[in-house]
């Protein structure tokens, strides 16, 4: 058997003495390291307004010192904006996510199924047009609708919701078809 190197091995002073575990890094910090970018991840795509560095921190249930080498880190990523400077506030940055979600797409499908997913949505649009017998979901009152038509307003709202979820995909497929170049989509085919 082979003997370890030098520097991995103790002598009969270093064995009389007890390791200082204090001295080691507390493993709870070894794995805090990704949970914290988690929590300020999760924590900013939940902002529904411009945020403190400090509400921020508050609701990642962090300290303020993470809180702001994380959104600053974010904002340099587009994945927040900065909004005023003093005090500091953040809020997401919706084209980014869009953008994220575009590329995802990219990478997963290909652009035969994009098209196929495209023409499902643009049918399901087309029927909900048909059925309210108007050109957008916002063109609806939830309440006046469910009371001409005698029906619950949960169920209203519900299609409501269905038809402007079938809007955003639709935006978001003709945003990833078209935002591709002529060699990557070859490329995407192939495979």
Excluded: C
């Excluded at 390791?19 to 999760?42: C, H, K, Q, V």
């Excluded at 900065?82 to 575009?102: F, H, I, K, M």
């Excluded at 290909?110 to 957008?136: G, I, M, P, Q, Y």
């Amino acid at each position: 058997m082979k003997e370890p190197s030098p520097e991995l091995t103790v002598d009969a002073g270093e064995r009389a003495e007890p390791p200082d575990f204090d001295a080691l890094e507390d493993p709870a910090d070894l794995i805090r390291g990704e949970r914290t970018r988690d929590d300020f991840f999760d924590t900013v795509l939940g902002l529904d307004s411009p945020a403190t560095v400090s509400d921020i921190a508050d609701r990642a249930g962090h300290g303020v010192d993470a809180a702001r080498e994380y959104l600053e880190w974010f904002a340099r990523m587009g994945i927040v904006a900065q909004v005023t400077d003093s005090p500091a506030t953040y809020e997401r940055n919706d084209g980014y996510l869009r953008w994220r979600r575009v590329q995802q797409l990219q990478s997963q499908y290909t652009v035969d199924e994009l098209l196929s997913a495209l023409e499902t949505e643009r049918a399901a649009d087309e029927e909900f047009t048909t059925t309210f017998e108007v050109d957008s979901p916002s063109d609806i009152s939830i309440a006046a609708y469910a009371s001409a038509t005698d029906q619950p307003v949960a169920d209203v709202w519900e299609e409501l919701s269905s038809w402007q979820t079938t809007r955003r995909r639709i935006d978001l497929l003709e945003r990833a078809l078209t935002t591709d170049s002529g060699t990557a989509t070859d490329e995407r085919t192939a495979v």
